[in-house]
């Protein structure tokens, strides 16, 4: 069933590990390459052109942020939207991320 959902979610020839929004907020996902679905309940657009959108369940959130070099559609507030991109850690803010969003809403 794993092995047909990672076939499924191949976009450009790499494949992404479905992942819960909790369980990347968790720290506990070790693939570096995954797909996360979410609400959509915040969106920033920074000073260098970075799109940050915040994908919540319940009470936990992590970060999508697209780049310039591969641009997303901005997504609405409440939009349910999945995102495929590199999981890491944000050190200076304290929170997981998609950064960058290789594939988004």
């Given at each position: 069933?794993?092995?047909?959902?990672?076939?499924?979610?191949?976009?450009?020839?790499?494949?992404?590990?479905?992942?819960?929004?909790?369980?990347?907020?968790?720290?506990?996902?070790?693939?570096?390459?995954?797909?996360?679905?979410?609400?959509?309940?915040?969106?920033?657009?920074?000073?260098?052109?970075?799109?940050?959108?915040?994908?919540?369940?319940?009470?936990?959130?992590?970060?999508?942020?697209?780049?310039?070099?591969?641009?997303?559609?901005?997504?609405?507030?409440?939009e349910q939207v999945t995102v495929r991109g590199i999981a890491r850690?944000?050190?200076?803010?304290?929170?997981?991320?998609?950064?960058?969003?290789?594939?988004?809403?």
């Open positions: 069933m794993i092995l047909a959902l990672l076939v499924l979610l191949q976009g450009t020839g790499r494949m992404y590990w479905p992942v819960s929004v909790a369980a990347l907020a968790s720290g506990s996902v070790k693939h570096t390459h995954v797909a996360v679905s979410g609400t959509v309940t915040l969106v920033h657009r920074e000073v260098d052109g970075d799109l940050h959108f915040r994908l919540s369940t319940g009470t936990v959130f992590i970060v999508a942020e697209c780049i310039p070099s591969l641009p997303c559609r901005v997504p609405q507030v409440g850690h944000d050190g200076e803010h304290g929170w997981w991320e998609v950064h960058p969003v290789e594939e988004g809403p």
